[in-house]
């Protein structure tokens, strides 16, 4: 799948965006609120490699080709599909990833079958939130100290808080 909007063309991974994979995922401000550390080279090479296989992952390039971010687009229960995002950091603050997730949104409501799209993000992770609310996201709650993806040096858990949010298909319609 390909989908192309003004600025930008989403599509799905290919081996061969492993470099541009690592320009961003390399930056400790980009996966800052992630399940995960800043990559290796190798280890963004292999990425690219494995993204490429799963078509869950969405690149999102700008028309020269170069992939400034990611997408990310999965099927739950209930026709509920959950979105996520990460942008190379020398790009925020142009749209891209209005534009992008916009776009994927759209079809996801006319051409997947979503009924429903949820998005999760650290209340810290202000950009995200107010992402997703230009989006017409609605939040829907606050978790506290639900999830942990690091431990401290004693090996205990460093909890984060989650904001929900949620979008139906006839509010995206409506909008």
């Known amino acids: 799948?390909?989908?192309?909007?003004?600025?930008?063309?989403?599509r799905h991974f290919e081996e061969t965006d492993g470099s541009d994979l690592?320009?961003?995922l390399s930056k400790e401000e980009v996966v800052r609120y992630e399940p995960y550390k800043s990559y290796s080279y190798n280890e963004a090479i292999a990425e690219a490699k494995r993204r490429s296989e799963d078509k869950n992952f969405y690149a999102v390039a700008l028309k020269t080709g170069k992939v400034i971010?990611?997408?990310?687009?999965?099927?739950g229960e209930y026709d509920t599909w959950e979105l996520g995002y990460v942008f190379?950091?020398?790009?925020w603050g142009n749209g891209y990833a209005?534009?992008?997730?916009?776009?994927?949104?759209?079809?996801?409501?006319?051409n997947m079958g979503a009924r429903r799209i949820i998005a999760l993000c650290n209340p810290?992770?202000?950009?995200?939130?107010?992402l997703l609310e230009?989006?017409?996201?609605r939040r829907e709650g606050l978790l506290i100290k639900n999830i942990f993806f690091f431990t401290?040096?004693?090996g205990n858990p460093i909890w984060q808080d989650t904001y929900e949010y949620g979008l139906l298909k006839e509010e995206w319609s409506n909008r």
């Open 1 to 10: 799948m390909k989908i192309e909007t003004e600025r930008l063309i989403i």
């Open 22 to 24: 690592y320009d961003y």
């Open 69 to 75: 971010g990611n997408l990310y687009l999965a099927k």
């Open 88 to 91: 190379n950091s020398d790009f």
């Open 98 to 110: 209005f534009e992008s997730a916009k776009a994927l949104i759209t079809c996801a409501f006319d």
């Open 124 to 130: 810290l992770n202000e950009a995200s939130w107010k």
């Open 134 to 137: 230009h989006l017409a996201f």
């Open 152 to 154: 401290d040096e004693s």
